[in-house]
């Protein structure tokens, strides 16, 4: 059942969540300062250029939920880091260090996602995508850059304080999430269903469901998934606590996946920083597409109330992400 929220206390919360993320991820970050300068500008610009921070949010938070997080310390302006350093992950800590690489992988996957190979769009959080200020060339070494710092990160996980093997399980994770069987995967069937809803019968209608689920479940429930079981293992859950908090994580992410769905239909693209309709356009399969946008409202509630008996087991410890997951359900960007 949804829970009432206090607005006020939740956004205080989530923002000072949101600063850690960020001070994270911009400590891990090399500066432009160090060459190659146009690559390490072009990774922050897109790192750094705004989001929801959910992902590192989730991971932080999953790892709350049975350990200690605490925030990063404070970095002096001006930081040169090519590569990362024990001083620096000890700075950091080991949930926030591995929440930044979180945060990498996605921004790698959204400058990659934007390009004209693939979603072919100039505007991202607000601002012209990178390609757009750097070129196609510097934007795809960007995202690569990305995803290479990101495990540069969780290998030195150990220097943070995690045990070795748990440093492994956890760049596991994300791997796992990102590849073939995961986001890269998820993306592949995205490109292949384009046009495949006009094109249907309405026999047909089942296995596009299957495939749209596909889709959300490997592009985008993925990543929240690894973030939640990566916080899970740095914070010492067990295997029982690791199940509730996966389920937790795949009906949050769907839920998420099909607000984002409705919002290219009906958001406001000041509002959120990117055009809107563009799914329509370029004929994606997606859930209101398929179902309406009043069957994907419903889907989202019951996503919504499976995510929140996953976790309610934890009691009040897991009050925040209850909190969390209300918001993402029901947002407006």
Excluded at 56 to 61: F, I
Excluded at 211 to 226: D, N, P, R
Excluded at 262 to 275: F, P
Aim: charge should be negative; glycine fraction near 10%.
């Amino acid at each position: 059942m949804s829970r009432a929220v206090d607005t006020g206390a939740f956004s205080a919360a989530l923002q000072e969540r949101v600063e850690h993320a960020e001070c994270a991820l911009s400590a891990l970050l090399p500066l432009p300062a160090r060459q190659p300068a146009v690559l390490h500008e072009s990774m922050r610009y897109s790192a750094l250029g705004g989001g929801k921070r959910l992902r590192a949010v989730l991971l932080m938070e999953s790892a709350a939920l049975v350990g200690d997080v605490r925030p990063p310390a404070a970095f002096a302006t001006g930081e040169e880091l090519v590569h990362v350093t024990p001083e620096v992950m000890r700075r950091v800590g080991a949930a926030p260090a591995a929440a930044a690489a979180v945060e990498m992988v996605h921004a790698f996957s959204l400058v990659h996602d934007d390009l004209p190979c693939m979603d072919d769009d100039d505007f991202r959080r607000g601002k012209p995508t990178n390609h757009k200020v750097f070129g196609e060339g510097i934007a795809v070494l960007a995202g690569d850059a990305l995803l290479a710092r990101a495990f540069e990160v969780l290998a030195r996980l150990p220097w943070a304080g995690v045990d070795p093997t748990t440093a492994v399980l956890v760049s596991g994770e994300l791997a796992t999430a990102v590849g073939s069987g995961g986001l890269i995967g998820g993306q592949v069937a995205d490109l292949q269903s384009e046009g495949a809803l006009a094109a249907a019968p309405l026999s047909r209608t089942g296995e596009l469901e299957r495939t749209l689920e596909y889709i959300h479940a490997h592009k985008t429930g993925a990543l929240f998934v690894a973030s939640l079981r990566m916080g899970g293992l740095i914070g010492g859950m067990n295997e029982r606590e690791l199940d509730r908090i996966t389920a937790f994580g795949r009906s949050v992410g769907l839920a998420f996946q099909i607000v984002d769905d409705i919002l290219d239909i009906e958001g406001d693209a000041g509002v959120m920083g990117k055009r809107v309709g563009t799914d329509a356009r370029r004929g994606k399969l997606t859930y209101p597409a398929l179902f309406g946008v009043d069957a994907s409202r419903r889907r989202v509630r019951e996503e919504l109330e499976l995510a929140l008996a996953a976790i309610e087991p934890f009691g009040e410890r897991a009050a925040f992400l209850s909190a969390l997951a209300q918001m993402m359900a029901f947002r407006r960007s």
